[in-house]
Every structure is written in structure tokens, then in C-alpha cells.
């Protein structure tokens, strides 16, 4: 399974990236960590005439507070992510999933940005994403361009991001203090693609949900707020059975799951309403 | 075709390859180190596990050109001079290899999490060498031959 | 003292661990070519044309071929005494020739100077296939393979004693229908050959051979048109074969032609995909099984019917997978009455193959099943049941009224309830009992269960060892077995070491090389230890004889009062005092008597019965209710290997084969679409236990009934690993989810297991609306 040819062009800023791009157009496509790219092109699904190598960008890989956002950056490193060294239940929750995220050698390589920009339904980066409204940050010769993550993910597979946009930098909201935040995610062996994910945030004030943000991931083309368990939760305490309530809610409220091979939609719909009661506990236990 | 310089245990290896030649190919056909397997071509199998920069890398999954002047070391300079480093002789005392196709990937996986001088607990053990697939061995032996290393050195893991 | 026994490190792991090794992708000849394989992507069609005017143009292309260039080359034959007659209608050839039967089916090859170029040229070949409707399910209505030839092409019948008599008057008949998915060995190492004529020895040498290279040199000579002694197979080192690996494929035919015709090298590596829909599949079965019991759960009679998938081809093992089924399934139980009928069907899938345990994987789970459904229905313990069923020690030898092979099935020594006993005490079984009661008391869905099965090995009819000793009493075995890296290398020199009281360290076995060795049968159904074992022993029982000879001469001392003991020979009751001569020196002697560089003894160990022995396992799993997974987490393996070479070596093939055998039970499954599209096309949708999925599996290895069917009393060890895992999985999951025999089908992937705990509570609510009062 080798690839078909390419010219191999590195970027070595975003500028050059974007310069890349533009002038090949949907002929290119960009080169970060390759554990997602490199199969797809091993198996000639993807033949790009022309791969860009981003990986040489200085001051690429970064997480930094600024102000209420975390800013990271694209060529950040999964591995990176087990020990961000940053405060706060954002900095608790990213560990958590990043321990999720395949294995230890595709975790070494495989970037933060280049996982949203493949966009695949089980993806715990684009779940964490869509859950936490991200804005992704896209750059072209033609300037910069906020995306918001309701808007980036089209299906499985595709986002908003235009042939001559490269994704450079992400900022998740910092949570402050209050917030709670949990994981959980349905496999059949370690490692594998989740078969459905969930994060969940809530923010407490005085022992009520105040704000709440449950996200899905592998259950549907692209990973998905559930209105119907956020709105289950807003007002309460949290306790298990609301917790419960709210899990219920995801699960029926839930649209066009996906069937494949490892589960059909009803599993999915079982295991959406397992993953949202365990992401929730996880986030009053860990979070 | 690109000239690179392929940095193994600090021999040069000046190869002429494609932009899309991986590195595990590379170091197989070109530099003759045939020692790193290939498996699947897809990033699952880890039988092409090799260091990049102290890294352990899936070298189907990195193009030979992205390696050009980085430290790569593979399963041919764990022994010194045919005498057995001690990963090598715990795979060979505890049996932890049988065909040996996957024997390569796992000794430079388990290079580096002894080289990482962490302690390491059983669990934690087993899921980092879970990154790699073996069909013979059912893993038991290998996670021993492991476990005796990091226990000699100390990185029992016990206080984790 | 002896090596027979000893766990030593094996001889052949140096290259193995330093990176040395010389598996087929590391082998290279100058001026070689690299050949890819366009395959078929319709299951079923007719070929109107294949278009390869674009790859012939193809950057670095040296030929292509289609069907037409070989249409002189006959379909692969089937190996003597495998078939039933009416498989060798459904040979395939080696390359498609006017229709094609399932997606991978070889149908054009491209010849190029590099692997990627060959893969370019490969994608510009264009097969014009006229669709034909495919027959894709097991348990579909059989079609037609070809004009006259229905895709069940033969039925087998295998029976003894009086079995309507038995079910007539039984007090009870219980039934089941159980099924096994389709999955393989996949070595970790993919398929791959190299072939180059040899102008000086006027010769076609194949490399990187490998499982029964002796076997394949006759059928491939005869294929290729060439006499025996042009042709020799070479093997290297193997990653892996658990059956699947050297059986003669289309695509190592091809290796060989070309390099024939071209006269030049050609080298074959295949890809991940290409072996997984291309190499062989196996297991897939149907059972209807039938027993007819009495109140106390024994067996009187079994009556089952299976259908076998053999997917589109026969191959060539023929039907030894369906036979073998038929004949292995009452397993270590007495069974006085037996019928079994099996349909091979052909479905337009990849073509079906041996796997590691074959037919006793399926038959087992079939008939454990069928045991906890029997003792659920009786209401009787499920280990009661299996010890009321199981053949007594002073029934052995125990002979079932018919053959595999042309040879009777004669299970020779064991005391099977012993064995059972001691492993139930080994694991403390008691205790596990207790403890999955009380985890289930406080809500979790835990479970054990404990299997029984009978495997087989040392498949003779024969096996030639030379051994030879040079000057300095270096020793070589030369053998005509092959490796697929289960420690023939080691096992063989502790048995020559042994007989000759050498040390092991300096013996070299050679295996895989036709040119050594006039005949060899190779490595399949775990026959190595027994027949190798034993046909070493008897050459180098001859080398021992010369060198004590000689050695009586030296010390004026009659051979009798001679003994060897660490490559010293010396007298008995003086040995270290007395005087003695090394037995390099006693070679030399021979030697420099006679005009040669080596002594030499080759000898043959002829066997006609095969070896069967006792095992047993003990798996332990919680199911999640909410998720539907499942974890394994104890898994033991009891086996009386007779007498152990080395045991760390058995445990190693038991441990191995344990956890495919677990992977084949809740993961690995070929799946296809109605269209016979494969589904399961990569590691990410064929999914193999990592070392996360499976616990440390336990052995505990008895040596406690010598095989009687062969001078070193061995038995086999390399399937039991994988035999009962399926079968102890299902048990055990019965057993946690409360209904022992509920696992019809394997693998147990969540999807089937919800289903199975939806039933149950459709049907607990059922009987609560029933026994409320509330109408469903």
C-alpha cells in the first residue's frame, strides 16, 4: 500500500503554508503529525499532487492562557496534552481525553489541529471542540478567518475549511473555577476509534448547574451539542438521577446515528446515553 | 528524487528517495537495515516502530524526506558488538518472542519507556505496549521480559 | 542430565533480536523485479476484457500479464488425500480466466523495478467485468460454480453406532444451532516470495518458502512444467504461518513462472489489504446439533449437520477442514453413537483454508455449548455434566469407529477426569465459583465456566532426519521441516543434544531447504515435536552409536560401560576419573578412517497414529450491561503434553494460542456486504486483542500420559492454546449473564450480545406482563 507520488514542498511559516496552498489549490494538502493523512494516502484514497509539510513551523505547537481563552496551537502534539501545564478544569479535563487518543507513538506525532482539520466523527479533539464552542483559526494569503465550531464541521470528514485555508491555531474558552468538566468514551479494545464519546461541562453556582455543555462525538457524521441534555441540567443540583435525566434526554433526542460495522444506531443510541452519565460523572469525581 | 541524510546511530546513510518513500522503507532499501518490519502500512501494527529524535515513531507513517538530519535509531544498534543489551537478553530469557516479526517494533518501544526513567506500573505497562500487535507470543512473556528491566533499573512503578 | 525437559533460551532468537533476520521482505536479488497483483473488486462476473495498455506504458514496467499469458498453467491441484472428488472441479487457476469468483481473486499481475511503480502501473489496469449475481451467505441456496457443478459441491457423512436407534428411545433429545464467524491466523508478516533461475545449477530456486516446502516443490514443479531436481524451495525466517502461510497461492505460482519465463529475479511482498482479502479465511461453520441424553445428561448419541464455507475456490487443503470437523467434534467425551453430515459450500467470498486448531476451534464451541445447554435443560451443574461424559483412563486407548486420513482416530493415553480434577484444583475453581456468586449477588454480570477438548498432532506419515558431526564435533540436524518461528530450531537440538550428551548451543538445524533433504513434511498440524522429534532421535542415535564404537576402541572398554555427558565420553562409574576421550576427538577418529568431511546418519521415523491429549480452559469475564462489553479477565489453559522438550517453549504456544483464539471469540471477523464487497479490509475494521484486551494467560502443563505411539512418548502442543478458547469465552459469558448454552454465535460482539440481553429482557417482561396481568 505505498502512496502515489507527490511534490513535497515545507512551509516554513503559516504564511508560506497559506502561499502553498493558494497556488495549488484542492491539488494540495497539508502535512502535520500524518497519523490521520499518511493511511488515507497509503490506501490511495487521498492522492494530493502536492503535500505541504507544516511541521517546521516555529512557535506552532503552543498552550497558552490569553485572557479567558486557551490559544492553541495547531502543531501541538497530543502527547503534549497528557501534561499541558496549565491550570484549571480545562487543564484537568485535557489529560483525560488525550490518554483516549489512540496510542502512545501516533500520540507523539499526531497534532491537535490536524486532528480537527481531518475532522473524523471519533475524534476526541473535535468533540472537545464542538462541546466547548472552539474558534478555530484559519489562515489564507487573502488574512485570517475566525470559524466558529458550530460551523466547522460539515460531515465526516469535511469541514468548513476552504482549499487554501490552513488551520493555525484553536481557542477553547478557559474555564474558570466553577466549571466541571468530565470525559468518557466506548471502545472495543484500547486505542481503537471511539464508538461514541462524550464531554460534558457544567459550571456551579452555589450548588446549581448554572451553564452546561454536552457533547457527542462518534455517534453521528460530526460530533454534536445536545440541547436536549443541556437543557435537562440547567436549574439543577447535580446529582445522579438528574444526571441520569440528562443522558436520557441525549439519547432520545439524538438524529441520524451512525451504523458501521462495530455498532448500529441503536447501540450507538445505548451507548450515547452511557457515554453523556459517565462524561458527567467523570466531571464531578475528576473534573 | 531528493538527496537526504538519514542519521542512524550516528552513521550517515546519504540516500537518494521520493518525496513519498516512507522512512521505514527507506531504512530498508536504502540504508540495508532491514531490521525494522512492516506490518500494515496503516499506523495500527507497530512492527515499524523505530526512534526519531528519542521518539518512538511509526515509521510507515513518516515520509523518509521528513527524517532528513534526525537521530533515528532501530533495532540494529540496541546490541553492542553481538552481546545482548539488557532488553534483549530479557526478551531472550523470559521467551518473549517466537517469529520475531514484531520482536524489532517492541524492543524500541520498550527502549524508550526504559530510557524514560519513570517509574512504570503493571497497567500503565500494558497499555503502552498495547500500541503494538503480536500474534504469537499472546504478550504475556513480553510484558515480563519489560517488567524485569524496569525493575532492575529501579522503575518498578511500585510507588505509582 | 538431561535436555529433554529443560526450559532453555531458544537458538533462534540472535538474528531475531539483533534485527538480522531474513524474512522475505528483507531478501533482495540484483535485477529483480517486483510483482503486484491487480485483483478483482466484483465478487462475481464475467471478465469481457482487461485493458493494460496504460500500465504496460507504465514508468519502470517491464511486463503485465492476464489471464490469457497463463491459460496453459493447470488450476492448483489439491494436496493428495485431502479431497473429496468432486472438490477438484473448483480449483482455481492463477489467474483469473473467464469469470471471476470474489473481490482479491487475482486477475492481471504487473512487473516492475520498484514496489511503488508496480502499484502505479497496477491502478491503470481497467477489468471490463460483466456482473453476475454473487452467492455471498453461508446459508444461502447454492448456485452454480460452473455449468454442471453446484456450489455445494460434496457432502461428507461421517458416522458410527446405531444413532435413530439412541435417539428413540432417549429420555431426552436436546438441540441447538450455533455458528462460528469467518477469521484467519494473519501473521503479523504478510505473504511474500522470491523466485530466480539459476543458470550455473540450471535450476528455479524459490526463497522465502515456507510451511511445507517439500510438499509444495512437487505440486509447483508440476504446475510450472519443470522436472523435481530444476526446482528447490528455500526457506528463510517466517513470521508467523498458523496455517495460512505456505500453502501453494496463485500468487507464489506466479512468482515462479514469471522468474521462469523472464529469466530474471521477481519479488513478491503483499500488502495488509491484499492478505486480508486475499490469503486464506477459515472457521466460518453452521452446526444443527442434536443430542440424545439421558435424565443424568449423558450422551447417547449426537446427530449434527454443519455447512463449511469454503468461500469461492477449493484450496488446497481440499476438505480436510470439513473431515477434520466431522471427526473431531465428540471431542474427549464417549459419544456411543455419532452422525455427522457436512456440507462444503462455495459462496463468492475469499477462499477458506486451514487456521491453527482447525475444526476443533468450531467443533469445540459447537459441542461445549451444547454440553451447558444440556446441563441447563436438565437442570444438572455444567461440569457434572461434562465428567459424566468424559472417557475414563481405563478405556484408553480410546478408538472412534472412524478415520482422518485414511487413519483411525485412536485418542492413545490420557486420564482425562484427572486431568480435568487437577486443573480445577490448580485454578481453585471452588473459589472462583464462590466469588462470581457473590459479584453477581451484588448486581455485576461476572461469570467462569470451564471447557473441555481433546486435540491431535504428530501427523506422520513420516519425517527423514540427517544428522551429521564434523571434526570438532560441530553437529548439524538436517531436516525437512519448516519454521513459522515456533522454536523448531531449539526444540530439535535439545533432542540431538540429548541423545548425543552434547551441548545444545552448537547444534544447527537446518529446515526449509529442499536441497538438503530429499523429503520433508514441512510444519502443519502441530507435527514437529513428535515426528522431527522423533526421527532425530533415531539419526542421532546413530552418530552416538559410531561415536561409542569408536570410542571403545580408543578407551579399550567395552560400549556398555560408556557414556556421554557434556561431550565427554567416559566410563560409567569412573566418568571424570577414568580415562575418556571428548566426542570431537572420537569424530575425528572416524573420520580421519574414512574419506569425508562429516559422519553422517540420516534416518526415517515412519508413524501412522496420530497423538491426541487432554485440555481444558477457564476463562472469566464481566460483561457491562450498559455498554455490552466485555472483559476477560482470568484465562487458564490446562494440557497433558505427555512429555515436554521444553516447557517454556509449550507455554509460549499455549499462551499464544490462547489469545488469537480469544481474538476469534470477541473480535476478528470477516465481514462482507450483500454484494460480497469485504468489509473487513484493514486492522481498523479486523480487529486483534492488543495486550490490553487480554490478561496473563495461565498454563499449567501435564506430562502426566506419555504418548504410546512414539518412541520419545511426545505429544504435540502447538494448537491447544487457541482450541477451547472460543468455546470457553461463550461459557463463560452464558454463565455471566445467566443463561449457560445462550451464545450461539461467535465472535460475541456487542451488537449479537444485546441482542441476546434485549431477548432476555423482552422476555423477563413478558412473564412479569404475564404474571400481572398485563396484555403485551
Known amino acids: 500500500m505505498k502512496p502515489a507520488s507527490f511534490e513535497y514542498v515545507t512551509a516554513e511559516s503559516w504564511d508560506a503554508a497559506a502561499a502553498s496552498l493558494a497556488e495549488h489549490g484542492d491539488d494540495a494538502l497539508i502535512l502535520a503529525g500524518g497519523q490521520s493523512l499518511v493511511p488515507v494516502m497509503n490506501f490511495r484514497l487521498a492522492q494530493p499532487a502536492v503535500l505541504v509539510d507544516v511541521n517546521v513551523i516555529p512557535d506552532s505547537a503552543y498552550l497558552q492562557i490569553d485572557g479567558d481563552s486557551l490559544r492553541i496551537g495547531a502543531l501541538t502534539r497530543h502527547v503534549r496534552f497528557e501534561a499541558p501545564g496549565i491550570d484549571g478544569p480545562l487543564g484537568r479535563l485535557l489529560p483525560r481525553i488525550a490518554h483516549h487518543i489512540a496510542h502512545l507513538p501516533i500520540r507523539m506525532r499526531g497534532t491537535f489541529g490536524g486532528s480537527l482539520a481531518h475532522a473524523d466523527p471519533a475524534s476526541e479533539w473535535c468533540t472537545l471542540a464542538r462541546t466547548l464552542d472552539a474558534v478555530m483559526i484559519a489562515q489564507s494569503v487573502t488574512g485570517e478567518r475566525r470559524i466558529a465550531a458550530a460551523d466547522f464541521f460539515h460531515s465526516a470528514l469535511a469541514t468548513d475549511l476552504a482549499d487554501d485555508e490552513v488551520l493555525r491555531e484553536v481557542e477553547l474558552p478557559a474555564l474558570g473555577p466553577d466549571w466541571r468538566c468530565g470525559f468518557a468514551e466506548f471502545n472495543r479494545r484500547a486505542g481503537d476509534f471511539a464508538i461514541v464519546q462524550s464531554v460534558a461541562a457544567i459550571e456551579l453556582h452555589e450548588g446549581q448547574i448554572v451553564s452546561a455543555r454536552i457533547g457527542v462525538g462518534g455517534a453521528t457524521e460530526t460530533p454534536q451539542r445536545s440541547g436536549a441534555a443541556e437543557k435537562a441540567l440547567l436549574g439543577g443540583a447535580p446529582t445522579s438521577e438528574l444526571f441520569a435525566e440528562a443522558a436520557g434526554a441525549a439519547a432520545d433526542a439524538i438524529e441520524d446515528l451512525l451504523t458501521d460495522q462495530q455498532a448500529n444506531a441503536d447501540l450507538r443510541r445505548d451507548l450515547v446515553r452511557v457515554m453523556v452519565l459517565r462524561a458527567l460523572e467523570d466531571a464531578v469525581s475528576a473534573g | ?160 | 542430565m538431561t535436555l529433554i525437559g529443560k526450559s532453555v533460551p531458544r537458538l533462534e532468537d540472535r538474528e531475531l533480536l539483533t534485527g538480522t533476520g531474513r524474512f522475505a521482505g528483507d531478501q533482495n536479488f540484483e535485477g529483480q523485479l517486483h510483482m503486484r497483483v491487480v485483483r478483482a473488486s466484483l465478487a462475481h462476473g464475467r471478465i469481457l476484457s482487461v485493458d493494460t495498455a496504460a500500465a504496460a506504458a507504465s514508468p519502470g514496467v517491464f511486463a503485465v500479464w492476464t489471464g490469457v499469458d497463463v491459460a496453459d498453467v493447470s488450476p492448483i491441484n489439491l494436496r493428495p488425500g485431502s479431497a473429496l472428488q468432486d472438490l477438484e472441479k473448483c480449483r482455481q487457476h492463477i489467474l483469473a480466466q473467464d469469470i471471476v469468483r470474489y473481490v482479491g481473486e487475482p486477475v492481471a499481475v504487473v512487473f516492475a523495478d520498484d514496489p511503488y511503480r508496480a502499484e502505479d502501473a497496477a491502478e491503470l489496469i481497467w477489468a471490463d467485468i460483466e456482473e453476475l449475481p454473487p452467492v455471498v451467505g453461508l446459508m444461502d441456496m447454492p448456485g452454480e460454480f460452473a455449468p454442471g457443478v453446484s456450489t455445494e459441491p460434496a457432502v461428507l457423512v461421517k458416522g458410527y453406532g446405531d444413532v435413530d436407534a439412541a435417539f428413540a428411545s432417549a429420555a431426552h433429545i436436546v438441540d441447538c444451532e450455533l455458528s462460528v464467524g469467518r477469521h484467519a491466523g494473519v501473521p503479523l508478516e504478510t505473504r511474500g516470495a522470491l523466485a530466480i533461475w539459476n543458470d550455473d545449477e540450471n535450476r528455479l530456486e524459490f526463497h522465502a518458502a515456507a510451511k511445507i516446502p517439500h510438499t509444495n516443490r512437487i505440486a509447483l514443479a508440476e504446475l510450472l512444467g519443470l522436472e523435481l531436481d530444476q526446482l528447490h524451495l528455500f526457506e528463510g525466517h517466517v513470521g508467523g504461518g498458523f496455517g495460512v502461510r505456505g500453502e501453494i497461492y496463485p500468487d507464489e505460482v506466479l512468482v515462479n513462472l514469471a522468474a521462469l519465463r523472464f529469466r530474471r529475479p521477481v519479488k513478491w511482498i503483499e500488502d495488509r489489504m491484499e492478505h486480508l482479502i486475499a490469503a486464506n479465511h477459515s472457521r466460518e461453520q453452521t452446526h444443527r446439533i442434536r443430542a440424545a441424553i439421558n435424565a443424568d445428561g449423558l450422551i447417547l448419541a449426537i446427530d449434527h449437520e454443519f455447512w463449511f464455507n469454503q468461500g469461492a475456490y477449493a484450496r488446497t487443503h481440499g476438505a480436510t477442514v470439513p473431515v477434520v470437523s466431522a471427526t473431531m467434534l465428540p471431542g474427549p467425551y464417549k459419544v456411543p453413537a455419532y452422525r455427522a453430515t457436512g456440507h462444503i459450500r462455495l459462496t463468492n467470498v475469499t477462499p477458506a483454508g486451514t487456521y491453527r486448531g482447525p475444526g476443533r476451534y468450531e467443533t469445540t464451541f459447537v459441542r461445549e455449548q451444547l454440553m451447558d445447554t444440556i446441563a441447563a435443560e436438565l437442570d444438572l451443574d455444567p461440569l457434572a455434566v461434562r465428567r459424566t461424559n468424559l472417557i475414563a483412563a481405563d478405556e484408553m486407548p480410546y478408538e472412534r469407529p472412524f478415520e482422518i486420513g485414511g487413519k483411525p482416530i485412536i485418542y492413545d493415553s490420557g486420564d482425562y477426569p484427572e486431568s480435568l480434577a487437577r486443573f480445577l484444583d490448580h485454578v481453585d475453581y471452588d473459589a472462583v465459583q464462590a466469588e462470581m456468586a457473590e459479584r453477581r449477588a451484588s448486581g455485576e454480570m461476572a461469570g467462569a465456566a470451564i471447557i473441555c477438548f481433546v486435540e491431535l498432532g504428530g501427523d506422520g506419515p513420516f519425517d527423514d532426519v540427517r544428522v551429521e558431526m564434523d571434526t570438532d564435533g560441530r553437529v548439524e540436524v538436517i531436516t525437512g521441516v519448516a519454521s513459522v518461528g515456533q522454536g523448531v530450531e531449539t526444540v530439535i537440538a535439545q533432542i540431538c543434544a540429548d541423545t548425543l550428551g552434547i551441548d545444545y548451543a552448537g547444534i544447527t538445524v537446518t529446515h526449509g531447504q529442499t536441497d538438503r533433504i530429499a523429503r520433508g513434511q514441512g510444519a502443519r498440524a502441530s507435527r514437529v515435536t513428535v515426528m522431527t522429534g522423533n526421527a532425530t532421535h533415531k539419526a542421532a542415535s546413530g552418530v552416538r552409536g559410531m561415536l561409542l564404537e569408536k570410542a571403545a576402541e580408543l578407551l579399550q572398554s567395552p560400549v556398555e560401560t560408556l557414556e556421554i555427558s557434556d561431550g565427554v565420553i567416559g566410563i560409567v562409574e569412573g566418568l571424570g576419573e577414568g580415562p575418556s576421550v571428548t566426542v570431537a576427538a572420537a569424530a575425528a577418529e572416524i573420520l580421519r578412517g574414512q574419506n569425508a568431511p562429516r559422519i553422517a546418519v540420516e534416518e526415517s521415523f515412519e508413524n501412522d497414529r496420530a497423538t491426541y491429549s487432554f485440555g481444558a480452559q477457564l476463562a472469566v469475564v464481566v460483561v457491562n450491561p450498559l455498554t455490552v462489553g466485555v472483559t476477560v479477565e482470568r484465562f487458564a489453559v490446562v494440557y497433558d503434553i505427555g512429555r515436554a522438550v521444553n516447557p517454556m517453549l509449550v507455554e509460549g504456544q499455549l499462551v499464544g494460542g490462547a489469545v488469537q483464539g480469544i481474538g476469534g471469540a470477541l473480535f476478528e471477523e470477516f465481514l462482507y456486504d450483500e454484494t460480497g464487497q469485504p468489509l473487513s479490509v484493514s486492522f481498523a475494521d479486523y480487529l486483534m486483542p492488543t495486550a490490553a484486551e487480554v490478561p496473563d494467560v495461565e498454563c499449567l502443563v501435564l506430562e502426566d500420559s506419555p504418548s504410546t505411539t512414539n518412541p520419545l512418548t511426545l505429544k504435540s502442543g502447538g494448537d491447544p492454546g487457541i482450541t477451547g478458547a472460543g468455546a470457553a469465552i461463550a461459557a463463560a459469558i452464558g454463565d455471566a449473564i445467566g443463561r449457560p448454552g445462550a451464545i450461539k454465535r461467535l465472535p460475541v460482539t456487542p451488537l449479537r450480545l444485546r441482542a441476546i440481553l434485549r431477548g432476555d429482557a423482552d422476555r423477563k417482561q413478558e412473564k412479569n406482563n404475564a404474571e400481572n396481568g398485563v396484555s403485551t
Open chain 2, 1 to 160: 528524487m531528493t538527496r537526504i541524510q538519514l542519521n542512524v546511530y550516528e552513521t550517515i546513510h546519504d540516500v537518494e528517495v521520493e518525496p513519498r518513500h516512507s522512512l521505514v522503507d527507506t531504512l530498508r532499501e536504502g540504508c540495508g537495515l532491514t531490521g525494522s518490519h512492516i506490518g500494515c502500512e496503516h499506523g495500527v501494527c507497530g512492527a515499524c516502530t523505530v526512534l526519531v529524535d528519542d521518539q518512538p515513531v511509526r515509521g510507515c507513517l513518516m515520509f523518509a524526506v521528513q527524517a532528513d538530519g534526525k537521530d533515528i535509531r532501530t533495532v540494529e544498534g540496541l546490541d553492542d558488538d553481538g552481546a545482548f543489551n539488557a532488553l534483549q537478553q530479557a526478551f531472550h530469557e523470559h521467551h518473549a518472542l517466537q517469529c520475531g516479526f514484531c520482536t524489532p517494533g517492541m524492543l524500541m518501544l520498550a527502549t524508550w519507556i526504559v530510557e524514560r526513567g519513570l517509574p512504570v506500573d503493571d497497567n500503565e505497562l500494558r497499555e503502552i505496549m498495547a500500541s503494538n500487535l503480536c500474534r504469537c507470543t499472546g504478550y504475556r512473556n513480553i510484558l515480563r521480559a519489560v517488567r524485569a528491566v524496569l525493575d532492575a533499573s529501579g522503575q518498578d512503578g511500585a510507588g505509582a
